[in-house]
């Protein structure tokens, strides 16, 4: 369903002296129809960056992105606003994607009537049949966003999302935001709905447990990079990469603990992104830049001690 080469996003930074985030530093990645891909790391390592290039609601700086077998980097804005509704995304915060003085039924509305095709009549059936679909009450319909709790306001999000009927969702921590008690309802639903229609899923989050529940894939970012992917299995039962081990394992000392903060990757020009914190890195880390291994199985590692 999606294929990522090489995707790129870099971000001008400075006044005095231009500079270049690396937010997104290459990576490539597969999503088949119906699948799950967890995208694992920890803050400021380029997961919503990546979300976003990935549907070019953002533009990536370099790479290719295939889509259903449609190149969307070649596309132009007509034909992508076209495709639109076949791909969403989804964020954190359920507050800021809907308008406070709308209705919910009026939100869940307006991507019906922007995509046209259906009478007034139908477009109200369709809205109820929406709530339903996600667990809401049809008493919902005429209240506002406020008047609703974060984890309801999730759910029409996702009503919203499924009304135009799409065939790739990306969901940004689409719990964070929620008291953990809700998290689990809002997980599960998604779960449903995924199978339901035939959703294909890259699913972000910081939180490696619950990108265990939701996936059966998992890539696992650092810097800008994916330095792991493989099935969840072999993530969790076979890591090899000494990141995706830090994540697995409970830290236990300050000095142990892995801040995914950017600023090494403005400076860092050559050798491995993980150099710096690696209890294992050897001399040629600092230069030599490791390719991804594969290691059988759909496991994948970016790391010089592999081969
Ligand atoms: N518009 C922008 N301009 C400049 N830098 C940006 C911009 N957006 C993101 N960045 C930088 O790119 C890096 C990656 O940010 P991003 O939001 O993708 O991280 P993230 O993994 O989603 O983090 P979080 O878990 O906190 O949501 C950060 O260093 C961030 O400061
Ligand atoms: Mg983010």
Redesign the pocket.
């Known amino acids: 369903m999606i294929e990522v080469e090489n995707l790129k996003?870099y971000?001008?930074?400075g006044i005095l002296r231009k500079r270049h985030?690396k937010?997104?530093n290459g990576v490539s990645f597969q999503i088949e129809r119906g699948g799950t891909l967890g995208l694992v790391?920890?803050?400021?390592?380029?997961?919503?960056?990546?979300?976003?290039s990935l549907l070019r609601l953002?533009e990536p700086t370099a790479g290719k992105i295939i889509f259903d077998g449609i190149d969307l980097v070649q596309l132009k804005k007509k034909e992508l606003r076209r495709l639109r509704p076949r791909m969403q995304m989804i964020f954190?915060d359920p507050d800021a994607s809907l308008n406070p003085r709308m209705k919910i039924g009026d939100s869940i509305a307006e991507p019906l009537k922007l995509q046209g095709g259906l009478n007034k009549v139908e477009i109200k059936e369709r809205v109820l049949e929406l709530i339903e679909t996600v667990g809401l009450n049809p008493e919902h319909v005429n209240r506002y966003p406020y008047q609703l709790s974060g984890g309801q306001n999730q759910r029409v999000v996702l009503a919203r999302v499924l009304a135009v009927n799409p065939d790739f969702i990306i969901a940004?921590?689409p719990t964070s935001s929620l008291d953990v008690s809700v998290q689990a309802q809002i997980l599960n639903l998604m779960q449903d709905l995924r199978r339901e229609f035939h959703l294909t899923l890259l699913f972000?989050s910081?939180d490696l447990e619950v990108v265990r529940h939701m996936s059966d894939r998992i890539a696992v970012?650092y810097q800008?990079k994916i330095v792991e992917i493989g099935s969840v299995n072999e993530i969790f039962d076979g890591a090899r990469h000494p990141y995706t081990n830090t994540l697995i394992a409970p830290v236990l000392s300050e000095d142990q603990l892995i801040y995914?903060?950017?600023?090494n990757?403005v400076d860092y020009s050559s050798g491995c992104v993980f150099y710096q914190r690696c209890p294992f890195s050897a001399g040629m880390c600092k230069k030599k830049e490791p390719e991804m291994v594969d290691i059988g199985k759909g496991h994948w590692v970016l790391c010089n001690r592999v081969s």
Not at 260 to 263: A, I, T, Y
């Open positions: 996003k971000f001008s930074t985030i937010a997104v790391g920890e803050s400021g390592c380029g997961k919503t960056t990546m979300g976003k953002i954190q940004d921590e972000i910081h970012m800008g995914g903060d950017m600023k990757a």
